[in-house]
């Protein structure tokens, strides 16, 4: 069975400062997707980024990239200018044909941005 | 991508009675999912909501306590029965259309059993 690891519970960055949230996933399937998503207080999950496993350049969304290491199977988020709306709840997932279907978070990171 | 509306928001329940969660979608969708998430804790799927046909679900959940029903492409909903504290939690529903690539969820439901 697939897993995802998030191993930072908390994580704070100064506004305007650059942070990488990580991720680290087991899986013997060699097609798949990976994803960030983001939950601010309001519980609404958003799609902050994804990734297709076969494609070896890094997804970057303006001020949200990752780092896609795929033999390491690590994918971690890195948030540049970091904003007080940045603030949140973000879980990594993962999903592949084999795999149900379904969506397969990791436990959450939780981040704070400081004025 | 599409929209979910997810009702109600919120709701304080008592004990033994059973709650109904829709969730809406704009658009079809061919997948339809419900997950649960405690408070500060990561997503747990419940079942993948079929159109016209028996929910699939995962290992710890039971129809008898969780029914769900997905009439169309676009309507799902998620019972919570006899409910317990032990229920308390945030209930989310989720769709797709088609192969996984982007998913997306309704504002969620937090349920509140006393």
């Known amino acids: 069975a697939q897993t995802v690891t998030q191993s930072q519970p908390e994580m704070s960055v100064q506004e305007a400062e650059t942070v990488t949230l990580s991720c680290t996933y087991d899986t013997s399937e060699s097609d798949y997707y990976l994803f960030w998503y983001k939950q601010p207080p309001s519980r609404q999950m958003i799609l902050v980024i994804r990734q297709e496993a076969y494609k070896q350049q890094n997804a970057t969304e303006n001020r949200f990239s990752v780092n896609f290491q795929k033999a390491a199977k690590s994918f971690s988020l890195k948030i540049s200018d970091s904003q007080l709306g940045d603030a949140a709840m973000y879980f990594c997932a993962y999903w592949s044909y084999n795999a149900g279907n379904m969506l397969t978070f990791g436990g959450g990171t939780r981040l704070m941005v400081k004025p | 991508s599409a929209v979910i509306s997810q009702k109600p928001s919120r709701d304080i329940c008592q004990r033994g009675t059973s709650l109904t969660i829709q969730c809406q979608v704009d658009?079809?969708?061919?997948?339809m999912f419900w997950y649960r998430q405690q408070p500060g804790q990561s997503l747990t799927l419940i079942a993948t909501a079929n159109q016209g046909s028996e929910a699939t679900y995962e290992s710890g959940f039971v129809i008898d306590k969780f029914p769900i029903s997905r009439p169309n492409l676009t309507f799902s909903t998620l019972t919570v029965s006899n409910m317990s504290p032990e229920d308390s939690s945030i209930y989310l529903c989720?769709?797709?259309?088609?192969?996984?690539?982007?998913?997306?969820f309704g504002q969620g439901t937090r349920l509140t059993v006393v």
């Open positions: 658009s079809q969708v061919t997948m």
């Open positions: 989720s769709g797709c259309k088609g192969a996984h690539t982007e998913a997306f």
